[in-house]
T-cell receptor
């Protein structure tokens, strides 16, 4: 266990549905991240929250909407998705995304992911 | 452009054999390099981390090497076990950067056959 949990682990949704992914970290970290992982491609950073403030939106379509109510919880709200959005969605946390330069500061701890299938 | 390239893309070996995975990067300036193991349907888990001054790091049967001059790293797995079947991802962190700026390779998919 990495200290980062994600629910649900699997999700199948139609293109007109609305669903949410949840992530919770028990590590006392202040930064949380959403990544998309498609087959044979590197992890793609989607959103970054540092101390509950969104600090990065990596040109993600508006059908993905993040929410970070506190430093321990992160949500990804999904609506009107496309089949190409099917992927493994990973949540991660780190101590502080604005603390540069150093192995201790930039280590990320990943959750188990949500396998999303859009039909 | 900062990039991380891994080879091979996939590899199949027999249980008990050794193997070596490669990672080449063009990231500059350089802070550290990590190898992650990702089991199917799970999130990545860190295996080793090396900074500029370190050229080898071991974690059980896993040994990572780093040549900062040629910007190459390798992950050597000794006496492979079925549980080693996973994707192995090389991740490089630019100097003076934050966690959101790290660069991921595409991974090597390793399958261990009995």
């Amino acid at each position: 266990e990495t200290g980062v949990t994600q629910t649900p682990r699997h999700l199948v949704m139609g293109m007109t549905n609305k669903k949410s992914l949840k992530c919770e970290q028990h590590l006392g970290h202040n930064a949380m991240y959403w990544y998309k992982q498609s087959a044979k491609k590197p992890l793609e950073l989607m959103f970054v929250y540092n101390f509950k403030e969104q600090t990065e939106n990596n040109s993600v379509p508006s059908r993905f909407s993040p929410e970070c109510p506190n430093s321990s919880h992160l949500f990804l709200h999904l609506h009107t998705l496309q089949p190409e959005d099917s992927a493994l969605y990973l949540c991660a946390s780190s101590p502080n995304d604005e603390a540069p330069g150093g192995a201790r500061n930039d280590e990320q701890y990943f959750g188990p992911g949500t396998r999303l299938t859009v039909t | 452009k900062n990039q991380v390239e891994q080879s091979p893309q996939s590899l199949i070996i027999l249980e008990g054999k050794n193997c070596t995975l490669q990672c080449n990067y063009t990231v500059s300036p350089f802070s550290n390099l990590r190898w992650y193991k990702q089991d199917t349907g799970r999130g990545p888990v860190s295996l080793t981390i090396m900074t500029f001054s370190e050229n080898t790091k071991s974690n059980g049967r896993y040994t990572a090497t780093l040549d900062a001059d040629t910007k190459q790293s390798s992950l050597h797995i000794t006496a492979s076990q079925l549980s080693d079947s996973a994707s192995y991802i090389c991740v490089v962190s630019p100097g003076y950067s934050s966690a959101s700026k790290i660069i991921f390779g595409s991974g090597t998919r390793l399958s261990i056959r009995p």
